[in-house]
């Protein structure tokens, strides 16, 4: 039994580190800056605003760690996402796929 405990007090602590990197506040800070209001979270440059973040934050740790295979792959499966909601907005809307596109510097 002791040792289940420290395998979750373990797992715990590796989950908050992970975490850490963007704390309650970064992200209201996003969703106010791009989706409008802290309690927008679900506005398309919202979620576009957060995948970016992750991304850039991801690449920064891959290039430290360039064998952490699955690293690699959430961050492939997280553009992705990116690219599926920037397909949606170019759909619903050009104006606001091309503000949020020049707001976050994604195309040069």
């Not at 957060?50 to 952490?68: G, V």
Request: aromatic share 8%.
């Amino acid at each position: 039994m002791p040792l289940e405990r420290e395998a979750f007090v373990y797992i715990k602590i590796i989950y908050n580190n992970i975490s850490m990197y963007l704390d309650q506040k970064a992200k209201e800070e996003l969703f106010t800056k791009h989706g409008g209001n802290a309690k927008n979270t679900g506005s398309a440059e919202g979620q576009i605003a957060l995948f970016t973040h992750r991304i850039e934050h991801l690449t920064q740790h891959l290039k430290k760690n360039r064998k952490d295979y699955n690293t690699e792959r959430s961050l492939v499966m997280l553009v992705g996402k990116r690219r599926s909601l920037l397909d949606y907005l170019t759909k619903k809307d050009v104006l606001r796929y091309r503000a949020i596109v020049k707001e976050l510097g994604l195309r040069k």
